[in-house]
C-alpha cells in the first residue's frame, strides 16, 4: 500500500504499548524503576535505553537488576559529558526545521530528489516486497554479514507485527523501490529505526529527499518535541561524511558520553590481553556485526579504564 504524504494517517503508539509489542515478539524490554524508560534488547548479549536521547544516570539498583534478574551482559547508555566522562559520541536530534534555513547545497540536493523520484508512505506489506535491493546494499556497504535475503525477513517480519511503526518509501523512475526510511512516532517524540538506500540511485540524492520528509512530518506536522536519529557509529572504519551528511540535513550534533556497563563476573575480560585476541578474529569473521560492535565497545571501555573512569561505572552498580 502507498499513502501520499501529505494525506498520511501515522500510527502513533507509546512506550508501555511498544514494549508490549516487542515482548510478545520476544524481544527483552525492563522497564526502569522509576517508568521514565525502557532497557530494550540490542543484541543477543545487550541492552540500551529508548528513549535514547534519556541522559538521566541510572542508579546503581537499576542496574542491578537489569544484570541480576533479567541476566544481561552489557548495558549501554548515554549521559551528559563532563570532565569524569570525556564526550566521545554524537545524538542527533532536530526540534525545529525548516529546509529554507538548510545550506545551498542541501537544498539543491532536496530538489533534485523530489524532481527524480518519488515520495510516499508505504506498509510493511510492501517494505517486505519491494525492499530488499535497498536493504543488501545499505547492509553490503557496512560490510555486514545480514544481508541476505534470510536477513532481510529476519529483520523486517517483527516490524509488521510491531504498532507504531512508520516507513517512507522513495520510488525511482523504473518502480523500484529505491530507498526507504523506518521511523517510531510516539506521543511525545519520534525515533528512527532504519534507513536504506539502493546504490544505484544515488544520483538521484534520495537520501536528502528521505531525511527532509522524516524532519518535516515528524517535528513539524505532528509537532514531536523531538526527533532522534541515533547515535555516532563505534565501529571501526565509521567514516565522518555521515555525521556531515546529518548536520546538513538539519540534525544537530549533540554531544555525549556513550557509557558502556559490563556485568560484574564479565569484568576482567577487559584487558590489554583480550583486545588482540577478539582483532584476531575478526580478521576470521570480518563481516560480523557483533564482532565489530564488541571490538568497539572494547575500545571504549579500555579508554575508559586508561581515563580512571571504570572505578566509576563499576560503583553505578555497587550503590543501592
Known sequence: MRLPIENYEPQITTLDRYAD???RLGFRFIPSPEGKWYWIQHERFSVVRLPTFITDLPS???????????????????????????????????EQYDHEKLDKKERASIRRALAMTRFDFIDMDTLI????????DTRGRAGFSDCSREG????????????????????????????FLIFLLFDH????????????????????GLYHHLTDFSVNRMKRAIL?????????????????????????????????????????????????????????????????????????????????????????????
Open 21 to 23: 509489542d516487542n515482548r
Open 228 to 320: 532522534s536519529i541515533g547515535l555516532s557509529s563505534l565501529q571501526l572504519g565509521t567514516k565522518s561524511g555521515l555525521h556531515a551528511f546529518k548536520v546538513s540535513a538539519g540534525f544537530e550534533a549533540n554531544q555525549v558520553h556513550r557509557t558502556f556497563v559490563l556485568h560484574p563476573l564479565l569484568r576482567p575480560l577487559v584487558n590489554r590481553a583480550t583486545y588482540p585476541a577478539f582483532r584476531a578474529l575478526q580478521k576470521h569473521f570480518p563481516r560480523s556485526r557483533s564482532l565489530r560492535k564488541l571490538i568497539g565497545v572494547l575500545c571504549v571501555m579500555l579508554n575508559m579504564r586508561e581515563n580512571g573512569e571504570s572505578e566509576n561505572q563499576q560503583h553505578l552498580t555497587d550503590q543501592e
Open 60 to 94: 546503581g539498583s537499576d542496574l542491578n537488576a537489569v544484570f541480576w534478574r533479567h541476566q544481561v551482559a552489557l548495558v549501554s547508555f548515554i549521559i551528559e559529558p563532563d570532565e569524569t566522562h570525556p564526550a566521545n559520541s554524537c545524538l542527533y536530534t532536530c
Open 129 to 136: 516486497e519491494h525492499g530488499f535491493e535497498a536493504y543488501h
Open 189 to 208: 517524540f519520534a525515533e528512527a529505526v532504519m534507513h536504506c538506500s539502493a546504490s544505484r540511485f544515488f544520483r538521484t540524492n534520495l537520501n536528502n
Open 152 to 179: 532481510f525477513l529476519t529483520t523486517m517480519t517483527p516490524l509488521r507485527e510491531t504498532y507504531g511503526i512508520n516507513v517512507i518509501g522513495c520510488w525511482g523512475e523504473d518502480g523500484s523501490l529505491a530507498g
